[in-house]
C-alpha cells in the first residue's frame, strides 16, 4: 500500500501499483479528434497525493492502433508537465521502415515507464515489451489489473463480459 509520500520519493512501482478508483457512474463518450476517438478518466488516489488519469485513444480509420495508458498529471513531483507512465498500444508502425514483427510497433506492445525516465526527466516511457493484450478490450482490462484501478461502478463491464466470452469460446474449441 502506497504512504503519503511525496511523488518524487515514490518508485514508478508504486505509482502504478498504488489503489487507484473510478468514480464516474458512467462511461464518458469518445470525442472524435484529429482522426482519433479519445477519452480521459480521472483517478482517485486515496494513498497519494498524485493525481493520475487513465486515457484511452483509438484511430478512427485503423481501430487497431489504440492506446490505454496513465498518465501522472502535472505539474508534479517529477516535473512540471504531464508523465505519461504506462502505455498498453495496438500494432501502429510507423517507428520504423520494418515490416517485421520483431519490431514490437508492429504488434501488441506495452510502454513502461522506468526510474531512467524518471532520472532523465522524461514525458514518456521508452522501455517497450511485448503486450499480452490482443484488442483494445483485453488491453483495458489488463491495463487495469496492472495500474491496481478499482471501477466499483462497471463503467468497463462491457469489455470484461467481451474478454470472458471469448476465452469461452476459446475453451470450447479445445
Known sequence: MCTRKETIQMTVEELLKCPKTIDR??????????RH?????????????AKMTMFLRRLKDFPED?????K?????????????????????????????????HNSYHIHEYTEEDMIRRRKKASYKCDGEHTSFEEAIIKFMERC???DPNGIFEE???????VKMDFDNLQ
Request: charged content about 30%; glycine content about 8%; overall charge negative.
Open 148 to 150: 491496481n484501478i478499482s
Open 25 to 34: 457512474k458512467r462511461k464518458p463518450p469518445f470525442k472524435e479528434e484529429f
Open 66 to 70: 489504440f492506446t490505454v495508458g496513465l
Open 37 to 49: 476517438y479519445k477519452m480521459s478518466i480521472e483517478l482517485t488516489c486515496a494513498d497519494t497525493t
Open 159 to 165: 469489455e470484461r463480459e467481451k474478454i470472458m466470452q
Open 72 to 104: 501522472l498529471d502535472g505539474p508534479n513531483d517529477i516535473m512540471e508537465c504531464d508523465v505519461v507512465l504506462l502505455r498498453y498500444q495496438g500494432p501502429h508502425g510507423g517507428q520504423s521502415s520494418s515490416q517485421s514483427l520483431k519490431d514490437l
